[in-house]
């Protein structure tokens, strides 16, 4: 399993700016196709992003598309969410998970998750 470590969540204003960053070791990050999900207090977990193995290939979550921009850097093991133009509701809990190879937008289809970052919109 790959381990992840999620960081760059904090308290913004509506209409601000967030970089979420996920460190990865422990394999090899290229090989991990990476996704990003968010989870809201009495909320299920959701998809945002995803990015495919060299960043050719990215997916969003229609709540997000053209505010939020997924990338990576496979010579820094990272993966990061550009967060644009915040809104309230995108307060969450935001967690990276790495899944073999192939690109995919289900949880259950992501084998390795990261802690957490709390990121809080105040309106």
């Known amino acids: 399993q790959v381990q992840l470590v999620e960081s760059g969540g904090a308290l913004v204003q509506a209409g601000g700016s967030l970089r979420l960053s996920c460190a990865a070791s422990g394999r090899t990050f290229s090989n991990y196709v990476m996704g990003w999900f968010r989870q809201a207090p009495g909320k299920e977990r959701e998809f945002v992003a995803t990015?495919?193995?060299?960043?050719?290939?990215?997916l969003y979550a229609d709540s997000v598309k053209g505010r939020f921009t997924i990338s990576r850097d496979n010579a820094k093991n990272t993966v990061y969410l550009q967060m644009n133009s915040l809104r309230p509701e995108d307060t969450a809990v935001y967690y990276c998970?790495?899944?073999?190879?192939?690109?995919?937008?289900?949880?259950?289809?992501?084998?390795?998750w990261g802690q957490g970052t709390q990121v809080t919109v105040s309106s």
């Open positions: 990015i495919s193995l060299s960043g050719g290939s990215t």
């Open positions: 998970a790495a899944r073999p190879y192939t690109i995919a937008t289900k949880g259950t289809d992501f084998r390795s």
